[in-house]
């Protein structure tokens, strides 16, 4: 029997990158998968076919309608966050609006859903934030605000771990370093920066974090909440 058959999976921002590897491994695992898209249609719709997964329109700066989305999944066995974005650049130049969207989606949007899923969870459910290894390190110059939304996943995951825990639903968060997507792909023009402070000197793939989740989803995690999970190749040693 496949390890998670049986299980309930909901991916916030599933259509590509990070978010689909996990789709489709949560998927090869045996987990009836739903998971959110905001503009990458045709990718949603594509994964879906492949997968047998649910792929449901839902814009994380909309508040509405990422509780909606979680609310109709429910209830969730494995609730996955990993909708994000990145804003780099000079602070004294930066347009403040696009600085608050990211503080939308990269918090507020985690908090509210996380939270959300919880409420129907499943005594023994799992929650799991993908945030980044620049909440532990910042190497370069342009990250402060980037690096600040992924900070604050570290306190949210810690306390929210001490508010479910008595229903031993365990909250964590996965902090990869760079990972070869399309916004970071591994040979890109800052590929060479990057890889000159990490210890393993390459970009990690989306499947690595994927089993990562796997991994936390599965039983032999149940002990682990509160806890930030680095995978980094060692970026921030």
């Known amino acids: 029997m496949a390890k998670l058959s049986g299980k309930k999976a909901l991916i916030i921002g599933g259509s590509r990158g990070i978010g689909a590897a996990i789709v489709k491994q949560l998927s090869s ?10 503009g990458s249609r045709t990718k949603a719709e594509d994964l879906a076919r492949q997968t047998g997964a649910e792929a449901i329109q839902a814009d994380a700066t909309d508040r509405s309608a990422i509780l909606a989305a979680t609310r109709d999944a ?19 130049t930066l347009d403040p609006d696009d600085i608050d969207r990211m503080i939308d989606i990269n918090i507020r949007a985690a908090y509210h859903a996380s939270v959300e899923a919880a409420r129907s ?21 342009g990250l402060a605000a980037y690096s600040m939304t992924k900070s604050a996943l570290q306190s949210m995951v810690r306390g ?15 902090q990869p370093g760079p990972t070869d997507t399309d916004m970071n792909p591994a040979n890109g023009p800052q590929a060479d ?14 499947e690595d974090v994927a089993a990562y989740v796997s991994f936390l989803a599965g039983p032999a995690a149940r002990g682990i909440t509160g806890a930030m999970q680095t995978i980094d190749g060692g970026f921030s040693a």
């Open 29 to 38: 695992e045996g987990a009836s998968v739903r998971f959110t898209w905001a």
């Open 193 to 206: 920066l990057m890889h000159s402070v990490m210890a393993i000197k390459e970009h990690g793939s989306a």
């Open 160 to 174: 929210l771990a001490r508010d479910f825990g008595d229903r031993h639903i365990t909250v964590n968060v996965i």
């Open 74 to 92: 429910g209830p969730i066995d494995i609730f996955v966050f990993n909708a994000g974005i990145c804003i780099a650049g000079d602070p004294l």
């Open 121 to 141: 969870m499943p005594d023994g459910g799992r929650i799991i934030l993908i945030g980044s290894t620049n909440a532990n390190r910042v190497p370069f110059t």
